[in-house]
């Protein structure tokens, strides 16, 4: 979904607010999904809806191929690890989360920035006391950097 001249925290707003679905996901225009990627996910996400489910990625850079996971899987204080070093790398689109908890808590993206907003949303979920769930799979596919 893209949304003319307000930027991607815009455009991913108006797919929170449109979405009809039970969970939401986000995918950056550049970047692929593993085919089981969502699945996986929604396995965890039956369980504890109050959670924002992260997966791993690969990144590839010319001839270059790094796998990455974000530092906060595992950590007993989100909030704290997004805040350190230990948080990144973040991006959208290794993100799921419950479509009707992330609407009562009012997840959203701040539309004020132009970048970093991957990173924004997950310190927003962690204030707003969602658990982090981590799959420690490399499920997205980047094709640049973040």
């Given at each position: 979904?893209?949304?003319?001249?307000?930027?991607?925290?815009a455009a991913r707003n108006v797919g929170i607010d449109e979405?009809?679905?039970?969970?939401?996901?986000?995918?950056?225009?550049?970047?692929?999904?593993?085919p089981k990627k969502l699945e996986l996910q929604m396995e965890h996400l039956v369980n504890n809806p109050h959670a924002l489910v992260l997966t791993g990625f690969r990144r590839h850079l010319e001839n270059t191929i790094r796998r990455g996971f974000p530092g906060v899987i595992g950590e007993p204080d989100p909030l704290t690890a997004l805040l350190g070093s230990r948080g990144g790398p973040l991006t959208c689109s290794i993100m799921a989360v419950d479509a009707e908890v992330a609407r009562e808590r009012d997840l959203?993206?701040?539309?004020?920035?132009?970048?970093s907003q991957d990173l924004d949303f997950a310190l927003t979920a962690a204030i707003k006391g969602f658990d982090f769930i981590g799959i420690?799979?490399?499920l997205v596919r980047k094709n640049r950097d973040p």
């Open positions: 979904m893209r949304c003319a001249c307000r930027g991607g925290g979405a009809t679905g039970t969970y939401l996901a986000f995918l950056d225009s550049d970047d692929q999904w593993d959203r993206f701040d539309e004020r920035f132009p970048a420690n799979e490399p």
